[in-house]
Antibody, heavy 116, light 106 residues
Framework: QVQLVESGGGLVKPGGSLRLSCAASGFTFSDYYMSWIRQAPGKGLEWISYISHSSSTIYYADSVKGRFTISRDNAKKSLYLQMNSLRAEDTAVYFC?????????WGQGTLVTVSS | DIQMTQSPSSLSASVGDRVTITCRSSQSISISLNWYQQKPGTAPKLLIY???NLQSGVPSRFSGSGSGTDFTLTISSLQPEDFATYYCQQSYSTRTFGQGTKVEIK
């Protein structure tokens, strides 16, 4: 069965960095685009980035462009999100999702809290 | 960037009611529109893809329609397990979610 498991969340100070990981299983990871989506406490969903099968196509939302970097390792079946220059407004649950134009499988999310 | 606007932001309904949620895009997105359901503390669940296609395992009381800029999610007879927040998402150009519609018990 398809599984996506995020890790790497935690408490970080403003201006700090964090790297999130998403471990995939149960499907051919290298066949799919992957996305990161976040949800601030009590707020709606915000798509923040996606990456193509071979990493040749990458897009970011304006809110994270220049600060966040998405990457993947198909051999390790893993997706990553490097988050730099973190701000209080980046506090959210971060989800990874399989993306084929639709996000049909999601991880359980990992909480990132940016606070001094 | 394509903006997505859902209405209403929230609604109160009773079990058995017919519920309709609308989603409007800032430009034409053909049928590149998906609907998700989210319950508190859990990841979103895909309900409808490509505007009107029911995801496998989703009850037939859920349906979607529309194309271009105007889309609708309909629940034909609301069940207790349907009280949740619903989001539309466009996949025509990158991705954008609507702000969500919370369906509460009347």
């Amino acid at each position: 069965q398809v599984q996506l498991v995020e890790s790497g969340g935690g408490l970080v100070k403003p201006g700090g960095s964090l790297r999130l990981s998403c471990a995939a299983s149960g499907f051919t990871f290298s066949d799919y685009y992957m996305s990161w989506i976040r949800q601030a406490p009590g707020k709606g969903l915000e798509w923040i980035s996606y990456i193509s099968h071979s990493s040749s196509t990458i897009y970011y939302a304006d809110s994270v462009k220049g600060r966040f970097t998405i990457s993947r390792d198909n051999a390790k079946k893993s997706l990553y999100l490097q988050m730099n220059s973190l701000r209080a407004e980046d506090t959210a649950v971060y989800f990874c999702a399989r993306d084929q134009g639709i996000s049909d499988y999601w991880g359980q999310g990992t909480l990132v809290t940016v606070s001094s | 960037d394509i903006q997505m606007t859902q209405s209403p932001s929230s609604l109160s309904a009773s079990v058995g009611d017919r519920v309709t949620i609308t989603c409007r895009s800032s430009q034409s997105i053909s049928i590149s529109l998906n609907w998700y359901q989210q319950k508190p503390g859990t990841a979103p669940k895909l309900l409808i893809y490509a505007a009107s296609n029911l995801q496998s395992g989703v009850p037939s009381r859920f349906s979607g329609s529309g194309s271009g800029t105007d889309f609708t999610l309909t629940i034909s007879s609301l069940q207790p397990e349907d009280f949740a927040t619903y989001y539309c998402q466009q996949s025509y150009s990158t991705r954008t979610f609507g702000q969500g519609t919370k369906v509460e018990i009347k």
